[in-house]
């Protein structure tokens, strides 16, 4: 559950970061590829932060 949450304001952050893009006249391609290296970190730090520690 804690995955999912953090994937949901993630997904929120980024499309606030497209729409701006968007807004100031940044070329879709750019903006596609922007979006798509932000998603893959966001997808790596929430995998990290979520992981449960092993017991040792």
């Given at each position: ?13 980024l499309?606030?970061?497209v ?38």
């Amino acid at each position: 559950m804690s995955f999912a949450l953090y994937m949901v304001g993630f997904v929120i952050f980024l499309g606030g970061l497209v729409w701006g893009a968007f807004v100031l006249g940044v070329p879709q391609v750019y903006i596609g590829i922007g979006a798509l290296i932000i998603l893959g970190i966001g997808i790596f730090s929430a995998v990290s932060r979520t992981r449960s520690k092993d017991p040792s």
